[in-house]
């Protein structure tokens, strides 16, 4: 994850510098378009797979849950609130991305795995969290 972190910084950069190119002749046009959508493109798959890491993180947060110190089962909880929040925050990089994006078949076919890929996380990390409020019922 800290990886894709400065993936990100460097994906964004390059979209910034892509914008910066000359736009006065059709030429130059098309070539910052092309560059501008290359960028644009990469900047949408690093929050991608940060969105596909977050399940692999709730799915460890379920394992803390289940077969961890009793004592600490709150902070398996927050692990899967922490890793849900993150999915969240990574689909709405990927959607803002896509609004820029020409490729429709991109945009649609990752706009719909992601959108996939936050709903199984969502009931995931919401199974998780019912697993720790039961721990904490009165028995």
Known sequence: MLRLVDLDTAAFNKVMDANRLPKGTDEQNRGRDEAVEAATREATLVPF??????????????????????????????????????????????????????DVAFKEAT?????????????????????IEKEFEPR
């Open 49 to 102: 797979e940060v969105l596909k890491h977050c399940r692999s993180l709730v799915a460890l947060a379920e394992t803390a849950a289940r077969r961890g110190n009793r004592n600490s089962v709150s902070d398996a909880g927050v692990a899967a609130l922490t890793a849900r929040a993150a999915a969240e925050g990574a689909y709405y990089n990927v959607l803002i991305n896509l609004q820029g994006m020409k």
């Open 111 to 131: 706009a719909a795995e992601a959108h996939s890929l936050r709903e199984d996380i969502r009931r995931q990390a919401a199974a998780v969290n019912k697993k």
